[in-house]
């Protein structure tokens, strides 16, 4: 299928961690980026991590430290590795495939699939 399937989300406490696993096809891999979205209620989505296919990373600055986007090509397969959870983490979580290389590869626009996404919620 062309369509990435999240799964691992779920309801933790402030300063708790969680792993996102992201199922993708093989045909997503034709182009070279692979991220994180996320999206809280009454907020725009965001762009949180990406790969591209030589394994560089990009982060937003919120998380920056606290979470880690990997891939294992083999199982087509994204992770994302969230630790130090708080509050402003609170989100629908999204994983996309398909990514044109670009300057900013946290743009949305630059992706051609998604996954449904997968809650997030983080207690004080």
């Known amino acids: 299928q062309v369509h990435p399937v999240e799964s691992g989300g779920g309801s933790v406490q402030a300063g708790g961690s969680l792993r996102l696993s992201c199922a993708a096809s093989r045909s997503t891999y034709s182009r070279p980026y692979m991220g994180w979205f996320r999206q809280a209620p009454g907020k725009e989505r965001e762009g949180v991590a990406a790969i591209d296919s030589s394994g560089s990373t990009t982060y937003t600055s919120s998380v920056k430290g606290r979470f880690t986007i990997s891939k294992d090509s083999a199982k087509n397969t994204l992770y994302l590795q969230m630790n130090s959870l708080n509050s402003d983490d609170t989100a629908m979580y999204y994983c996309?495939?398909?990514?044109?290389?670009?300057?900013?590869?946290?743009?949305?626009?630059?992706?051609?699939?998604w996954g449904q996404g997968t809650q997030v919620t983080v207690s004080s």
């Open positions: 996309a495939a398909g990514g044109v290389w670009q300057p900013d590869p946290l743009r949305q626009d630059g992706y051609y699939y």
